[in-house]
């Protein structure tokens, strides 16, 4: 197994599976003046759907303001509701996609004054009723199109669990062409390109290259997703386009610090990968510094750091912080798949090997 395989860390991609909203929707705002001219706070206003039913309420805020959204297309009564009693309403059409102010004036309201015809109040028109149909329809549309989405998406999800990567990939596809502004279903299908790519060597490039594609649309849509940045700089590193998998990784450390430790540990196995020995020691030190308790980097930077050891009247010399690291190793997975590798290159230092370090059971306790 080369030593980039057992240096890679692929962090897993959070894929929460978050369908936005399928259809438009409205929203009603508007402010109340009292008898006296003034902002009304506190005060009920009613909103009531008139083609079909549905009710809603929400009351003024301290500015007589009130706002609500999330609405269907439709024709709607608005009602001002002063201690139990209706003050005005009015009657008007919801937007798609747009917010529509109702406001009130109750002492022009009292005095039966009205500026302006509502058109909105009238019976609705052939036009307004056609309008109406055809949101409906789009509305169904859409929901229709949210099943297949979810029928996709899931069959992919299913189809990968059993590494069938043949049909995750189909499912994931036809996901991202009924969809295409779905992250999750370009980092899936990314990922299922990967475990292909492993599984079947004989297409090995062609699917790495539409794994490098779909991250970069996963990326496109949610650039603020550390994992996302990670596993295409791996990717870009199976290609040996070194340069690219340092950027990215280095963004994914920015983009997430709590997990920097890991993609620097990256980084590092990238450098190894290139020869770039100096690169590497930088790297795993500072996945160090970034989490004083990841083994594998103390390991690692351990081994970065005996390529620069020297040989002495028989006796092997490593620059300063070589037997630390390895010790540290022992010390947090003192039965680790690098623990033999470790207590070796100690014995070559000439160093005894501490056999009592603490568990980490002991150290959970210190919390």
């Known amino acids: 197994m080369s030593l980039l395989r057992k240096m890679l860390f692929i962090l897993p991609a959070s894929l929460v599976f978050a369908v936005t909203g399928w259809a438009q929707t409205a929203a009603f705002e508007g402010t109340v003046k009292g008898a006296d001219g003034k902002p009304q706070a506190g005060v009920q ?3 009531e759907r008139q083609d079909v039913k549905g009710n809603y309420n929400v009351k003024t805020d ?19 509701v002063v201690d139990g009693a209706e003050k005005d309403n009015k ?11 109702v406001s009130f004036d109750l002492a022009q309201a009292a005095s039966g004054k009205v500026p302006e015809a509502d058109e909105s109040g009238r019976a609705l028109t052939a036009a307004q009723k056609a309008e109406i149909e055809k949101a409906n329809k789009e509305q169904q ?49 990314a990922d ?27 990326i496109a849509i ?31 450390a920015q983009i997430d610090p709590a997990n920097a430790g890991k993609f620097y540990f990256n980084l590092g196995a990238v450098y190894v990968n290139t020869g770039n020995g100096d690169g590497a020691t930088t790297a795993f030190k500072k996945a160090i510094e970034l989490d004083a308790n990841y083994a594998e980097a103390y390991y690692q930077y351990g081994l970065s750091m005996m390529g620069k050891a020297t040989i002495e009247n028989g006796k ?52």
């Open 45 to 47: 206003v009613k909103i």
């Open 141 to 189: 549309t859409a929901m229709a199109k949210n099943k297949a989405l979810n029928e996709a998406f899931n069959t992919g999800k299913t189809a990968a669990a059993a590494n069938q990567w043949d049909a995750a990939i189909e499912g994931f596809s036809k996901a991202g062409e009924l969809d295409a502004n779905q992250h999750v279903v370009w980092g899936n299908l």
């Open 222 to 252: 949610k650039a603020d997703d550390s994992a996302y940045h990670n596993n295409y700089a791996l990717v870009l590193a199976q290609q040996k386009k070194f340069d690219e998998a340092q950027t990215m990784l280095t963004k994914a």
């Open 316 to 367: 092997t010399v490593a620059p300063a912080g070589t037997l630390e690291a390895f010790q540290k190793y022992l010390e947090l997975a003192p039965s680790g798949p690098n623990a033999a590798t470790s207590k070796a290159m100690l014995d070559s230092m000439g160093q005894s090997v501490q056999t009592n370090f603490s568990q980490p059971a002991q150290q959970k306790k210190k919390q």
């Open 91 to 101: 009657m008007t059409l919801s937007k798609l996609g747009d917010t529509t102010d």
């Open 62 to 80: 301290k500015k007589g303001h009130y706002f609500y959204g999330g609405l269907p297309y439709g024709r709607f009564k608005i009602s001002v």
């Open 192 to 218: 299922s390109y990967v475990s292909r790519a492993k599984a079947a060597p004989a297409t090995r490039d062609a699917d790495l290259t539409k794994a490098v594609e779909a991250y970069q649309k996963a």
